[in-house]
């Protein structure tokens, strides 16, 4: 089998229980961005007013930000295929209620920020157990990069297919079928937990320490682990300055480019095929060798397509920009999680991809509060101009850094099988590999 073919790319659906949850989750995700449609419509429709927007928004995301620290701790304990099982349901359960109150004619405002809040908890819990399943789904580390850069293009093409999907349905029928067919999705996913068989790992048997121990075990296991500690502080920098763009790009479609939702449309698609093609290029890799050396440049990437973008003044030139800054800050993001995946404890998973999902979901909403104020006062172009520099000193300050964080990667490689031990014990490898106890 030649290696570049497309069945390398999708080598990790090798794998029974990787190939179901992937099938349930595309069905889940395409009905989930139908109804993110819907809720920015349905807000709109029900206030008219903008701040509204970000406040149902905010509302929706912030709860993961501050739980997702304390469900790492519960998720590295619980066993993770009844945690999925338990917050698909709830999920679904959450679309159903809005289906319900919206198609009866009951919504309020009230009533849906306390939701899409309640779906933020569930959510706290549901991301990082993801995350940290894949392991136990995919046995073979050497498939772990692949998997990861899937579940990356599974989003993207329910991004692309999701609000086009949603957009039919409301002008057809009304927000409130949008959220009914999103909570028949949810049962797509939850046929797939439970047509798996799962072998618990040791992580899930752990009853052995306090929750504020546990959580300040890792705490410093994350940020005392040279690798994971710069690799979480970038992502959170990134998120929080460049992640939220597309907050400001409908003030480009209207006010620079002068279109209408058209133009919206053909940016929106541009960032989403963008991810997806940076999605495919991480799928293609043979080995999570390299990935490190990728975030950085992944990053500038990103923050040159910010720069690009905020120069131009015609949606043709708009395009391909936002294509560069999709494929940017998705490979920047796969690579960041895949790296810190195949590092990490098996043991210290679930609160170390808590932290990663923390930084991801939290500093996104922080980040759109702040650059929508920010715009307000200088400017949409000189915002996109300030954060697309400020993500290429981040890259540089990364990279500046990579000598360190090779030697401390190349052992937890090597004790892998991932790399030769070369010239350096196995054992000496084993204890370069511990992050110190006090951080």
């Not at 692309?160 to 949810?186: H, K, M, N, W, Y």
């Not at 992502?235 to 209408?260: Q, R």
């Not at 998973?349 to 923390?358: H, L, P, Q, T």
């Amino acid at each position: 089998m030649p290696e570049g073919n497309f069945a390398f790319m999708v080598r990790a659906l090798r794998h029974r229980n990787y190939r179901l949850f992937f099938m349930g989750q595309t069905v889940s995700l395409i009905g989930s961005w139908m109804t993110e449609v819907a809720t920015s419509w349905l807000v709109f429709r029900l206030t008219g007013s903008a701040l509204m927007l970000g406040v149902v928004n905010f509302s929706g995301q912030i709860p993961a930000f501050v739980f997702a620290p304390f469900s790492g701790i519960f998720i590295d304990r619980w066993n993770k295929h009844r945690v999925l099982l338990t917050t698909q349901t709830l999920m679904m359960c959450q679309s159903f209620s809005l289906a319900f109150l919206t198609l009866t004619g009951r919504m309020t405002i009230g009533w849906l920020a306390g939701l899409m809040a309640f779906e933020g908890v569930v959510n706290s819990f549901d991301m990082p157990c993801r995350q940290a399943f894949v392991v136990e789904m995919v046995t073979e580390k050497a498939d772990l990069g692949n998997a990861i850069a899937l579940n990356s293009s599974m989003v993207n093409m329910a991004r692309l297919v999701g609000p086009t999907v949603g957009a039919l349905i409301i002008a057809a029928a009304g927000e409130g079928f949008c959220f009914l067919v999103d909570g028949f999705s949810f049962m797509a996913v939850i046929a797939a937990l439970l047509a798996m068989t799962v072998v618990p790992s040791a992580g899930t048997k752990r009853r052995v320490k306090a929750a504020g121990e546990e959580l300040r075990e890792g705490v410093r296991y994350a940020f005392g682990f040279v690798p994971i500690r710069r690799i979480i502080c970038l992502l959170a920098l990134v998120c929080l300055v460049g992640g939220p763009y597309m907050v400001l790009v409908p003030i480009f479609a209207g006010d620079i480019f002068h279109g209408g939702p058209h133009a919206l449309g053909l940016l929106m698609t541009a960032s989403g095929c963008g991810a997806l093609l940076g999605a495919g290029f991480l799928a293609s890799r043979k080995s999570v060798v390299g990935l490190v050396r990728l975030i950085p440049v992944a990053t500038a990437t990103f923050g040159t397509g910010l720069l690009l973008f905020s120069f131009t003044t015609r949606l043709s030139w708009g395009v391909p920009a936002l294509l560069v800054v999709g494929a940017g800050f998705m490979v920047q993001l796969a690579a960041c999680n895949t790296v810190i995946q195949t590092l990490v404890d098996d043991d210290k998973r679930g609160r170390v991809m808590s932290f990663y999902m923390a930084a991801f979901l939290g500093c996104m909403p922080m980040g759109s509060l702040w650059s929508g104020w920010v715009a307000d006062r200088i400017g949409a172009p000189l915002t996109l101009r300030i954060t697309g520099s400020l993500c290429l000193l981040a890259a540089a300050a990364f990279a500046s850094g990579y000598g360190e964080m090779r030697e401390w990667i190349r052992p937890v490689y090597i004790r892998m099988g991932i790399l030769p031990a070369v010239n350096r014990g196995i054992s000496g490898a084993s204890q370069l590999s511990q992050p110190p106890e006090n951080g």
